[in-house]
């Protein structure tokens, strides 16, 4: 008979989705969250000890001359198997940690729970988009590319207008279009290759730098400014040379003064658990919610795995693609239920070629 912290254990199965504040390692995310799950399991009411037959001797009294021994039988509960006495039930619940946030980002950080780990690494395979904002602020430029880093140069905004900001970013994402059309393998001269672009499903094939799919100004108030980004493989530290990298091109310099993930393909900021939410009620109803999406992953990394060598590159490619824009557009159909809850490949993609004068 299962205990009911053994039922608990057993629908711990799944990937979620937590809100990581900035200033805060992914790793104390990941510990914070282990801690909280054991507490629940090992909090669980132990099941009803076992009973055990013993015979009790009896004594016959001052008047009894009788030597017999007298023997009764009674059941008594054995302490053997008690919490106090073998220790807590559970020591370990392994909690995987999907595309990680260093401590200056924020936003959805996408964690797994027994089975979930394996599909987080179907996940990272799947050329998933993610999307940041990412705020930056001209006039002066640091070691790290952020407002907290040492500063080494000064400079004026004040030719700055957001005309120039858009063409600016429009160049960039028209050099990064060309990157994604070249790792994505597709041949530009097939109907396949025009239907996937105007689709917008062109996706890098295996390695690739990072890479911009998406780039648009949504805040300009100098000299603070606010970027959204739609991106594959990229890292944070990318994101915040990219604020420097618009500073140049402008004649200025910019850091940046923040990253945040509001999408990690499916996982929307709306269905990530925020910090008062990371306990173990709030985290299965997660997991639950995400059920199907985790199925979905589950099979699409389940067939690059068996029929990558039985197939021929462009079927493997087809079939990649249709699992990707199936985990793509996977969160237009989620949406949250509750409004409390928020939840090196150092090689860009370079400008050179794209430079012009402003």
Same mark, same amino acid.
């Given at each position: 008979?299962?205990?009911?912290?053994?039922?608990?254990?057993?629908?711990?199965?799944?990937?979620?989705?937590?809100?990581?504040?900035?200033?805060?390692?992914?790793?104390?995310?990941?510990?914070?969250?282990?801690?909280?799950?054991?507490?629940?399991?090992?909090?669980?009411?132990?099941?009803?000890?076992?009973?055990?037959?013993?015979?009790?001797?009896?004594?016959?009294?001052?008047?009894?001359?009788?030597?017999?021994?007298?023997?009764?039988?009674?059941?008594?509960?054995?302490?053997?198997?008690?919490?106090?006495?073998?220790?807590?039930?559970?020591?370990?619940?392994?909690?995987?940690? *999907?595309? $990680?946030?260093?401590? =200056?980002?924020?936003?959805?950080?996408? &964690?797994? %729970?027994?089975?979930? +780990?394996?599909?987080?690494?179907?996940?990272?395979?799947?050329?998933?988009?993610?999307?940041?904002?990412?705020?930056?602020?001209?006039?002066?430029?640091?070691?790290?590319?952020?407002?907290?880093?040492?500063?080494?140069?000064?400079?004026?905004?004040?030719?700055?207008?957001?005309?120039?900001?858009?063409?600016?970013?429009?160049?960039?994402?028209?050099?990064?279009?060309?990157?994604?059309?070249?790792?994505?393998?597709?041949?530009?001269?097939?109907?396949?290759?025009?239907?996937?672009?105007?689709?917008?499903?062109?996706?890098?094939?295996?390695?690739?730098?990072?890479?911009?799919? *998406?780039? $648009?100004?949504?805040? =300009?108030?100098?000299?603070?400014?606010? &970027?959204? %980004?739609?991106?594959? +493989?990229?890292?944070?530290?990318?994101?915040?040379?990219?604020?420097?990298?618009?500073?140049?091109?402008?004649?200025?310099?910019?850091?940046?003064?923040?990253?945040?993930?509001?999408?990690?393909?499916?996982?929307?900021?709306?269905?990530?658990?925020?910090?008062?939410?990371?306990?173990?009620?709030?985290?299965?109803?997660?997991?639950?919610?995400?059920?199907?999406?985790?199925?979905?992953?589950?099979?699409?990394?389940?067939?690059?795995?068996?029929?990558?060598?039985?197939?021929?590159?462009?079927?493997?490619?087809?079939?990649?693609?249709?699992?990707?824009?199936?985990?793509?557009?996977?969160?237009?159909?989620?949406?949250?239920?509750?409004?409390?809850?928020?939840?090196?490949?150092?090689?860009?993609?370079?400008?050179?070629?794209?430079?012009?004068?402003?």
């Amino acid at each position: 008979m299962t205990t009911q912290a053994v039922r608990l254990f057993r629908k711990m199965n799944g990937l979620f989705a937590v809100y990581k504040p900035q200033g805060v390692h992914w790793k104390h995310v990941r510990d914070s969250t282990e801690s909280n799950l054991l507490k629940a399991l090992n909090s669980c009411p132990p099941p009803a000890p076992q009973l055990a037959l013993q015979f009790q001797l009896l004594s016959g009294g001052e008047n009894c001359s009788s030597k017999d021994v007298v023997l009764s039988p009674s059941m008594v509960p054995t302490l053997a198997d008690h919490p106090l006495v073998t220790g807590p039930q559970f020591h370990k619940v392994h909690v995987g940690v *999907g595309h $990680r946030l260093d401590a =200056f980002s924020s936003g959805v950080l996408v &964690l797994g %729970v027994g089975k979930g +780990n394996g599909v987080l690494e179907h996940l990272c395979k799947s050329h998933v988009t993610r999307d940041y904002t990412l705020e930056g602020e001209f006039g002066k430029a640091t070691d790290n590319f952020t407002h907290t880093g040492r500063v080494i140069e000064k400079t004026t905004y004040d030719h700055v207008t957001l005309d120039k900001l858009e063409r600016v970013l429009a160049m960039i994402q028209g050099a990064n279009q060309k990157a994604l059309i070249t790792y994505s393998q597709v041949d530009l001269h097939t109907q396949e290759a025009y239907e996937l672009a105007v689709r917008g499903l062109l996706y890098p094939h295996g390695k690739s730098p990072p890479i911009l799919t *998406g780039l $648009r100004c949504i805040h =300009f108030n100098p000299p603070n400014f606010t &970027l959204e %980004v739609q991106c594959v +493989n990229e890292t944070q530290k990318y994101l915040r040379k990219l604020i420097h990298e618009v500073g140049l091109e402008l004649r200025t310099s910019a850091v940046c003064s923040g990253v945040r993930r509001t999408r990690d393909g499916p996982f929307k900021v709306e269905n990530a658990l925020t910090r008062q939410h990371w306990t173990a009620d709030s985290i299965m109803q997660a997991i639950a919610h995400f059920s199907k999406t985790t199925r979905k992953i589950r099979k699409s990394g389940m067939y690059r795995q068996t029929a990558g060598p039985l197939n021929s590159s462009t079927q493997v490619q087809e079939q990649t693609r249709s699992q990707t824009e199936q985990i793509n557009l996977e969160h237009v159909e989620l949406s949250s239920s509750t409004s409390d809850t928020v939840v090196d490949r150092e090689t860009p993609v370079t400008l050179s070629e794209g430079r012009t004068k402003q």
